[in-house]
């Protein structure tokens, strides 16, 4: 598979499809079993709340896995991406409901680098707080 955006058609400020992502709890206990983190603060409202906090939180490397299908679903190649990194800022709590949590993200090419490469930056949101900072992603276009 390759990238089917060109690098040539892309300029900095180029906005990608924006989209948002549902997090219930079974989502994150199918997670648990497919990553092997059965932290209890993943599942158990009640220990999550016993260490401090305001109810059960999605595991960070489900919160940035969900992120970068923006970016991959724009490119249209997971094998597009060469680098990709964020800073945990504060974590998506999941609610004991039909709902769930809700992780909105939106994208822009912040910088054309060498190589047919460039530098998106992401945004990942959920309850109105940026829940990814230094959210960056680095592609290989065609």
């Given at each position: 598979?390759?990238?089917?955006?060109?690098?040539?058609?892309?300029?900095?400020g180029t906005?990608?499809?924006?989209q948002s992502f549902?997090v219930t709890?079974?989502?994150l206990v199918?997670y648990?079993?497919?990553?092997?983190?059965?932290?209890p603060i993943h599942?158990n409202?009640k220990?999550?709340?016993e260490?401090g906090?305001?109810?059960?939180i999605?595991?960070?490397?489900?919160t940035?896995a969900?992120?970068?299908r923006v970016v991959?679903?724009?490119?249209?190649?997971?094998?597009?991406v060469?680098?990709y990194?964020?800073r945990?800022?504060k974590?998506?709590?999941?609610?004991?409901?039909?709902?769930?949590?809700l992780?909105?993200v939106?994208?822009k090419?912040?910088?054309?680098?060498?190589?047919?490469q460039?530098?998106?930056?992401?945004t990942?949101?959920?309850?109105g707080k940026k829940?990814?900072?230094?959210s960056r992603?680095?592609?290989?276009?065609?």
């Amino acid at each position: 598979m390759t990238a089917k955006v060109a690098y040539e058609s892309v300029e900095v400020g180029t906005e990608l499809p924006a989209q948002s992502f549902p997090v219930t709890r079974a989502a994150l206990v199918q997670y648990a079993g497919a990553s092997g983190d059965f932290n209890p603060i993943h599942w158990n409202e009640k220990f999550a709340r016993e260490v401090g906090l305001p109810d059960v939180i999605a595991h960070g490397m489900f919160t940035m896995a969900e992120a970068i299908r923006v970016v991959t679903d724009w490119v249209g190649d997971p094998g597009a991406v060469v680098e990709y990194g964020v800073r945990f800022t504060k974590p998506v709590v999941v609610p004991n409901d039909d709902e769930g949590a809700l992780i909105e993200v939106s994208a822009k090419v912040a910088a054309l680098l060498d190589d047919k490469q460039v530098r998106v930056d992401l945004t990942a949101m959920s309850e109105g707080k940026k829940v990814l900072g230094m959210s960056r992603a680095v592609l290989r276009l065609g």
